[in-house]
């Protein structure tokens, strides 16, 4: 069994940074592919950033592009989001995930590709 535990939401004003951290236990993940998911009020889960085992592939969805950055350290067990010149639409519960088995690019965007999930953390930007 794995368990997730993110952290470092808050609240920021437009165009501040946040990082986020996901911790995990129970599992090495070293062999594992990570993504970052969020869901804002009254909408469904959208795919926010995924990186492969070794860190080496990173994906991210189009609204994030160039603001976010995904990164791994697997002597750690972690997974981070660093988030950039934050928007009020980047406000949602920030989900950290597990894909157990290997994806393709398009896969890793398919929430329902992914086994563990954390319980989320809030990210709330607004002035």
């Known amino acids: 069994q794995v368990q997730l535990v993110e952290s470092g939401g808050g609240l920021m004003q437009p165009g501040g940074s946040l990082r986020l951290s996901c911790a995990a236990s129970?599992?090495?993940?070293?062999?594992?592919?990570m993504g970052w998911f969020r869901q804002a009020p009254g909408k469904e889960r959208e795919f926010v950033s995924a990186?492969?085992?070794?860190?080496?592939?990173?994906y991210y969805a189009d609204s994030v592009k160039g603001r976010f950055t995904i990164s791994r350290d697997n002597a750690k067990n972690t997974v981070s989001l660093r988030m950039n010149s934050l928007k009020p639409e980047d406000t949602a519960v920030y989900y950290c995930?597990?894909?157990?088995?290997?994806?393709?690019?398009?896969?890793?965007?398919?929430?329902?590709?992914?086994?563990?999930w954390g319980q989320g953390t809030q990210v709330t930007v607004s002035s």
């Open positions: 990186i492969s085992w070794s860190g080496g592939i990173t």
């Open positions: 129970g599992r090495t993940l070293s062999s594992y592919s």
């Open positions: 995930a597990v894909a157990s088995n290997s994806y393709s690019a398009y896969g890793l965007r398919d929430e329902y590709n992914y086994d563990y």
